[in-house]
């Protein structure tokens, strides 16, 4: 320690060490903050059409075009640590033979930003509450905020955006799939006995990704609900096919919902 | 004159202190850098604010920095003293083939 340079270096050395502990703490904190998620997911509507997977594909698969009706509360797994939470909603359905694994495929995602994450275009946009005026909170997000200012009711709450602002509250209902799903072999009509689940991973600033738990772990309470009753996938709808011969497909009676990822590389 | 000059420049960027002074430095570097880590943490904790812990810690590493790194005076309270040399040419006397060199 007896010259400029060798206090420097200690000093820096030691700053290595105590950021090390502070973020080894703040990753264990999680562990000692409750959470008690809670979500009800319902198939709303589903169709089955033949559809291309892309433009210039040959193949024509069988597609599921699955609505659903979601009512979550996650917010309790936005604590101090959370950076954000990525929620996902899958199919699973059963193989078409028995000894085989249950597939699962994704028909909607969203990116929930924590307060405190710097704005991005890939993040979910809360909807306006329109639908519900009771819901106080949940439905702004940052970026509509210009948007609803025409509502004098809006108007008034916008004020209070940042401090109200739950990214964990979400009310769908009649949401339509960001992915028409298929299976390998492009046959997914008739198959029985299919569930809707919800999912999500916790990215925190510091510390392990946490996925979809279950069952109760000490503070944290398993999710509850969060699955749908089984349904069937019904027959092949057959308007679907009418303009196989112009190779037109799906694209025009069933229309998917667009994420904000889609904007990528394109200005707002 | 410009060995005198550089000398000082030398001294200012090495920036040597004493003994205790550097006693002194270890432990204000260990005990400032421990309390400002505790302290991030507890302030974030309880006011469930990650940025604050962020800022707390890289404020006070700014403010050890600045305590310990430059040559402060109160490291320089504790001057060795040194013997008196011996003997007025430096106590050394080199001859070589009965000459003196040195």
């Known amino acids: ?268 | 004159m410009a060995d005198q000059l550089l000398e000082k420049v030398q001294d200012v960027l090495e920036g040597q202190i004493d003994f205790e002074g550097q006693r002194l430095a270890e432990l204000l570097t260990t005990g400032v850098l421990s309390a400002t880590g505790a302290i991030a943490f507890i302030l974030g904790f309880v006011l469930q604010d990650i940025r604050l812990s962020l800022w707390t810690g890289l404020g006070g590493t700014a403010l050890t920095f600045l305590i310990v790194v430059p040559p402060w005076p109160f490291f320089k309270q504790h001057p060795l003293q040194w013997l008196p040399a011996q003997g007025q040419t430096g106590g050394i006397s080199i001859e070589v083939d009965g000459k003196k060199v040195s």
């Open chain 1, 1 to 268: 320690m007896h010259t400029t340079l060798t206090r420097l270096q200690n000093v820096f050395g030691f700053f290595t060490t105590v950021a090390c502990f502070v973020a080894v703490f703040i990753a264990l904190s999680v562990v000692v903050t409750p959470q008690a998620p809670s979500a009800s997911i319902k198939l709303q509507n589903i169709q089955v059409v033949k559809g291309r997977p892309h433009y210039y594909s040959t193949k024509r698969a069988e597609f599921a075009h699955i609505r659903f009706d979601l009512d979550t509360d996650i917010s309790s797994l936005f604590g101090w640590n959370t950076k954000q939470v990525f929620l996902y909603i899958t199919a699973t359905f059963p193989s078409s033979s028995t000894n085989e694994p249950p597939s699962q495929a994704v028909i909607w995602d969203a990116i929930l930003p924590s307060k405190y994450e710097p704005w991005h275009e890939n993040q979910y946009i809360h909807p306006p509450s329109a639908s519900s005026p009771s819901s106080s909170s949940g439905t702004k997000s940052k970026s509509n905020a210009k948007s609803k200012s025409k509502s004098s009711k809006s108007k008034s709450s916008a004020s209070t955006d940042a401090a109200d602002y739950n990214p964990g509250l979400l009310s769908l209902s009649a949401q339509r799939p960001k992915y028409q799903i298929t299976t390998p072999a492009g046959r997914i009509a008739s198959l029985s006995n299919a569930t809707l689940e919800l999912n999500w991973n916790i990215q925190p600033w510091v510390g392990a990704l946490v996925w979809t738990n279950r069952a109760d772990f000490g503070l944290w309470k398993g999710l509850k609900g969060g699955r749908s009753k089984s349904f069937d996938f019904p027959a092949l709808k057959e308007s679907g096919s009418k303009g196989a011969g112009a190779g037109t497909g799906k694209k025009e009676d069933l229309k998917t919902e667009k994420g904000a990822e889609s904007n990528r590389g394109k200005p707002a």
